[in-house]
């Protein structure tokens, strides 16, 4: 805490500071304080370079995420808010598209974070209600706005022939899809066990929409992912 302390008073004049604070740094920057500003961690995300090379790219929980769980299992509905591993996964795949040179990481990268503006701008956070929109389909929507972008993009002809097909998909099935996972809800989620929870069942209830999947999971067979 001593070491904690002294950075804090560098920080707060304006300088820059190198401290081994061990993990309560973290805790301050991925939870305190955006709890402190926000009331919520969930939505920040801290960018950590690691010494041999690699990077660690976490979003806070702020203390929220085992009363998602519980809400979850008692009515079906999860307003866990996904943002901050968006906005990870984006930075991952611009890091490793700076580290390997991989176009194809880049174009991902920029067309995601493209996608998480436009899920930002039209408010598509799930509620905190059950039958309200909820993580399911906060996903959709994020996975939406990333096809249209993918196949908008004329960089990789690749990526767009690949999500072009996909981008149709989700169009014509919108309500359909926001009306299966509207439907799971209000109801006990059988999980198998709250700290080691059956893979399966977790499966079955987080991923409520045949139609939905049957997009992703052509997309997984015709990449060969």
């Known amino acids: 805490m001593e070491a904690m302390n002294e950075t804090l008073k560098i920080c707060r004049a304006g300088k820059d500071c190198i401290s081994a604070t061990g ?7 991925t939870d305190l304080f955006p709890i402190l500003e926000l009331n919520t961690s969930a939505k920040m995300l801290s960018i950590v370079p690691l010494m041999a090379g690699g990077g ?11 009363k998602h769980v519980q809400q979850f299992e008692k009515e079906g509905h999860l307003r866990w808010d996904s943002l901050g591993e968006f906005l990870a996964m984006g930075v991952s795949l611009e890091d490793l598209s700076q580290k390997t040179g991989n176009e194809q990481a880049k174009i991902l990268a920029t ?9 930002l701008a039209l408010n598509k956070t799930p509620g905190r209600k059950v039958k309200e929109l909820g993580n399911a389909g906060s996903h959709f929507w994020l996975a939406l706005y990333w096809a249209a972008a993918l196949e908008k993009q004329t ?3 690749l990526l767009q022939e690949t999500f072009k097909e996909v981008s149709k998909q989700l169009r014509d ?12 809800e ?3 989620m059988l999980l198998g066990g709250y700290f080691f929870p059956d893979p399966f069942l977790c499966s079955q209830a987080m991923r409520p929409s045949p139609t939905f999947n049957n997009v992703i999971d052509g997309l997984l067979a015709c990449s060969g992912w």
């Open 173 to 184: 099935n919108e309500a359909k899809i926001l009306e299966e996972f509207t439907a799971a």
């Open 155 to 157: 960089e990789s002809p």
């Open 186 to 188: 209000g109801k006990k």
């Open 56 to 66: 660690m790219f976490e979003t806070g929980a702020g203390g929220s995420a085992p």
């Open 23 to 29: 993990n309560v740094l973290r805790d301050y920057l």
């Open 111 to 119: 067309t995601l974070n493209d996608a998480t503006g436009q899920w």
